[in-house]
């Protein structure tokens, strides 16, 4: 059985992003060298009504394991009924929950970054998710809501409520995505809990992996924007780990990932004839800061098909 306590350190993961982490982009991840994955947040509330789309959401392939799926929900009876349901559906290695998203639909109900505020009903979520399986149950959260020192209190009682895991965005609710993660406060909660600790926030490169471990302490990292486009990231991290060094991506290993990215996501939508509109989103990532490729990105905006990106790439 999965186990945060003894996989090997540093564990340097993909992070969970709606819309974006679905099974394509895992695959993907997973190929290049990711170990594990988080998937994207799914509704506990839509998981028990048995909405069809997010059942499908929470599908996954055997290849995407060691899985960690995430569940958001303000309601401690209904996120353990989720964690039940999708355990018995899908059996995913662990559970996250979502305590950190700042998005006004979610924290009007008490989900996401509002349970900072909630600390009961927030132990009380992790005490009751675990009570409702045998896998590891872990928690993202950020630094606070208004204050990056709340988490000096919430992380405590994170743990204290049984959580196996934490991992911290270095920002609070308030701060969005302004400002730079702050990795030094992610560094002092580190020292005040014995689970395991992962950082997460503004890692977009190998360097910069190396210098959040160092200045964090932390178990490992979470990656999110800086694996968009670059999926790449989680090799790189692994080979700057252990030789100080890594490989560029060549132009032809990027147009062969994108496509195989693709192939993989026009699977998933396949009773769609326009599979790769919403797949734009990821193109955009592949070749942003790509020099020269200008007339490139244009064109793959407008992308529709498998087709139509072949020709975009091999043009
Ligand atoms: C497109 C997008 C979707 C996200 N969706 C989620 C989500 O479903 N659950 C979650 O906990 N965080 C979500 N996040 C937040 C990220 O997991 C991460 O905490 C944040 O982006 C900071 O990390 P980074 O600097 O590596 O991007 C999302 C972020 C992005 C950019």
Not at 4 to 12: A, D, Q, R, T
Not at 114 to 135: F, G, N, S, Y
Not at 214 to 238: S, V
Request: proline share 4%; hydrophobic share 45%.
């Amino acid at each position: 059985m999965f186990d945060w306590k003894i996989e090997k350190k540093p564990i340097v993961a993909l992070a969970p992003m709606a819309d974006m982490t679905d099974s394509a982009f895992c695959r993907i991840a997973k190929r290049l060298g990711c170990r594990i994955v988080f998937r994207e947040m799914i509704s506990a509330e839509a998981l028990v009504r048995e909405s069809n789309r997010t059942l499908q959401m929470a599908a996954f392939y055997d290849e995407e394991r060691p899985i960690v799926q995430q569940l958001f929900g303000a309601n401690p009876a209904v996120m353990a009924e989720a964690t039940r349901r999708l355990d018995e559906k899908f059996s995913p290695d662990a559970f996250d929950l979502n305590m950190g998203c700042p998005a006004i639909k979610i924290v009007g109900g008490f989900n996401g970054a509002a349970l900072m505020r909630e600390p009961q009903r927030a132990a009380e979520i992790i005490r009751v998710v675990k009570a409702a399986t045998d896998k590891p149950v872990s928690v993202k959260t950020r630094l606070g809501w208004s204050q990056p020192t709340e988490i000096l209190d919430f992380v405590r009682l994170i743990e204290d409520a049984g959580a196996d895991l934490i991992s911290i965005h270095g920002r609070t609710k308030e701060q969005g995505y302004a400002g730079s993660a702050d990795w030094n406060m992610i560094g002092q909660a580190k020292k005040l809990v014995s689970i395991p600790l992962l950082a997460n926030g503004d890692v977009f490169s190998p360097e910069l992996a190396v210098e959040a471990l160092h200045i964090t302490g932390c178990d490992g990292l979470l990656i999110a924007r800086g694996a968009l486009g670059n999926p790449w990231i989680f090799g790189q991290i692994e080979s700057m780990l252990t030789n100080n060094t890594y490989t560029i991506v060549s132009d032809e290993e990027r147009r062969n990932i994108v496509l195989d990215h693709a192939c993989l996501y026009a699977e998933i939508h396949k009773g769609d004839s326009r599979p790769l509109i919403t797949f734009r989103k990821h193109l955009v990532w592949y070749y942003k800061g790509v020099p020269d490729a200008k007339a490139k990105r244009e064109q793959l905006t407008k992308v529709e098909t498998i087709a139509d990106l072949e020709r975009c790439l091999n043009g």
